[in-house]
């Protein structure tokens, strides 16, 4: 069974910042893919941004710039540095882990950006 536990949403002023976490824990491989997605009010969730096991990264074009995502395999955590944070960007943030055919998701954390 993997679990996964987020921490660090909170509720900041746009243009500030905001670094979230993930400590993955169970049955997972340093070679599992992890990322983060989010979901606004009445959205669907959407993707943010990933990183495999390599260093390999990819960001939806609206955070390009402004978030960078981190991975340390030894501690199986992943990490996402949010900078110059806007309104838009409010949601619940999900990280997520991808192992052998299967997604596991965290219980989320909220992010509130007030313009």
């Known amino acids: 069974q993997v679990r996964l536990v987020e921490s660090g949403g909170d509720l900041v002023q746009a243009g500030g910042s905001l670094r979230l976490s993930c400590a993955a824990s169970g049955s997972i491989s340093s070679s599992d893919a992890m990322g983060w997605y989010r979901q606004a009010p009445g959205k669907q969730r959407e993707f943010v941004a990933l990183i495999t096991s390599g260093g390999i990264t990819n960001y939806v074009d609206s955070v390009k710039g402004r978030f960078t995502i981190s991975r340390d395999n030894a501690k199986s955590t992943v990490d996402l540095q949010m900078n110059s944070l806007k309104p838009e960007d409010t949601g619940v943030y999900y990280c997520?882990?991808?192992?052998?055919?299967?997604?596991?998701w965290g219980q989320g954390t909220q992010v509130t950006v007030s313009s």
């Open positions: 997520y882990l991808a192992s052998a055919g299967r997604t596991y």
